[in-house]
């Protein structure tokens, strides 16, 4: 991306190029790599950060992840041309409420929810006609730790981040989002919030809800301590991302649970297919289920870690 050359600030479409002023409200995994990120690709001559921790605030510039720490989520943002929102995503509304009397009429504002039809919402009720500046995205690059002290600055490189515009968002605010996230790594996928949500339910959010329950399963077993004792890497790999955050898991499970619930159905009416074939000691039934989808996996392609959803 080419140096900002000239004031931008009586355009009503964000800045192509550089950033003056970048301003992350909250200082997790995603918020404080994507400040490193933009720290690295150069798209920001200030990167301002804001988080309710006064702890996380402090190593954030000890770390040199942040320029400046702000006392408040619309100091932060006031007066900044790029805001991304780095919080859980029932925190999305709240925040741009604070935020609106903040936010100049040229910035660009994004998110990184794991959701996305309902922060859409969220951001029209809370921005009103600021909305148009609000740009929906969900980078696929999470994972099971969560904390400032995991960010790094090359976090999204080659991961998918799926980019949902709303109606009201010019076509540049979407062309100068999607330039934000190829600057900083990330290969950009394009699609409604509705679509996103209803994909991610089922290659995302029921896997999550899947793990947790049979950790849970196992957990409060009498013997369960013994077993868990003898789990190998069969545990390991399915169990990973039980070990996820639990208030955000709650909250993608709250803001998305339509969807999830219907792929739930779906799982469970293959699961009794399974069990019916092991009740009637149909094994040649069973074994040709198991093939099909041992087949499956084998053909789905995961040529990079853009490919990957966590």
């Known amino acids: 991306m080419d140096t900002l050359i000239g004031s931008y600030a009586d ?30 690709a150069g798209l920001a001559q200030e990167v301002v950060g804001y988080s309710k921790s006064p702890s996380t605030l402090k190593a ?6 942040i320029d400046h720490g702000a006392d ?15 919080v859980p995503v029932s925190a999305i509304g709240p925040l741009l409420k604070q935020i609106r009397l903040g936010v100049a009429q040229y910035a ?53 981040v799926v980019i949902t515009p709303m109606v ?18 990330g290969v950009v996928s394009v699609m409604s919030p509705q679509d996103h949500d209803a994909a991610f339910a089922a290659v995302s959010h029921l ?7 049979y950790v849970y399963a196992i957990a409060r077993q009498s013997k ?22 639990p208030t955000m898991w709650r909250d993608i499970f709250q803001t998305n649970g339509t969807e999830v619930l219907e792929q739930l159905q779906l799982f469970k009416q293959a699961i009794a297919g399974f069990e019916a074939q092991m009740r009637q000691g149909n094994w040649s039934v069973l ?24």
Request: glycine content about 10%; some cysteine; aromatic content about 6%.
């Open 287 to 310: 074994e040709s289920l198991i093939r099909q989808a041992s087949q499956s996996r084998k053909d789905w392609a995961s040529p990079s870690p853009a490919d990957d959803i966590v």
């Open 207 to 213: 896997p999550h809800l899947l793990a947790f329950a």
């Open 72 to 86: 408040s989520a619309l100091h932060a943002a006031t007066g900044a041309d790029l805001i991304l929102l780095a």
């Open 108 to 160: 660009l504002v994004m998110d990184v929810g794991s959701t996305k039809s309902d922060v859409a919402t969220a951001a029209q009720e809370a921005l009103g006609d600021k909305s148009r500046q609000f740009v929906p995205c969900h980078p696929i690059a999470g994972s099971e730790n969560s904390g400032l002290q995991y960010a790094r600055s090359a976090l999204f490189d080659g991961r998918r």
């Open 224 to 245: 369960g301590g013994s077993y868990l004792q003898l789990a190998g890497p069969g545990f390991r790999d399915f169990t990973r991302i039980a070990a996820s955050d």
């Open 11 to 40: 355009s009503d479409t964000p800045p192509p190029t550089q950033f003056k002023r970048l301003a992350i409200l909250g200082l997790g995994l995603l918020g404080g790599s994507f400040a490193l990120a933009a720290k690295h």
């Open 168 to 185: 009201e968002n010019p076509d540049r605010f979407v062309e100068v989002a999607t330039q934000i996230w190829e600057a900083v790594g």
């Open 60 to 65: 954030a510039k000890a770390a040199g992840i």
